[in-house]
């Protein structure tokens, strides 16, 4: 059974940085796209970086020169550094990964549980 686990989040002052991982466990044929999104209290789910198989990337504006998403396809992990962190990037930010179980299967949408990332003023 495919499993994405995240880990990472945590409280930081404005300005500070932090490292959000998040692996995939079990067995699969292909990861796609690797994405992280965030859902702040009250607000929809957004997406904040994708990275493609390749390594193309791309940003939600309010992001961009601020955070950094890469992956390993060894270890199949996503990151996500972030740095110069904001109060409004408070949120729980979510692992999702396109991933095909085997190759005539089309891919299929995983997330992670969660993580909690707090910036205070």
């Known amino acids: 059974q495919v499993q994405l686990v995240e880990s990472g989040g945590g409280l930081v002052q404005a300005g500070g940085s932090l490292r959000l991982v998040c692996a995939v466990s079990?067995?699969?044929?292909?990861?796609?796209?690797m994405d992280w999104y965030r859902q702040a209290a009250g607000k929809q789910r957004e997406v904040v970086a994708t990275?493609?198989?390749?390594?193309?990337?791309d940003y939600v504006d309010s992001v961009k020169g601020r955070f950094t998403i890469s992956r390993d396809n060894v270890k199949n992990t996503v990151y996500l550094q972030m740095a110069s962190l904001k109060p409004e990037d408070t949120a729980v930010y979510y692992c999702?990964?396109?991933?095909?179980?085997?190759?005539?299967?089309?891919?299929?949408?995983?997330w992670g549980q969660g993580t909690q990332v707090t910036v205070s003023s």
């Open positions: 079990g067995t699969f044929f292909r990861i796609d796209d």
């Open positions: 999702h990964a396109a991933i095909r179980e085997s190759w005539y299967r089309e891919s299929r949408d995983y």
């Open positions: 990275i493609t198989s390749g390594g193309s990337t």
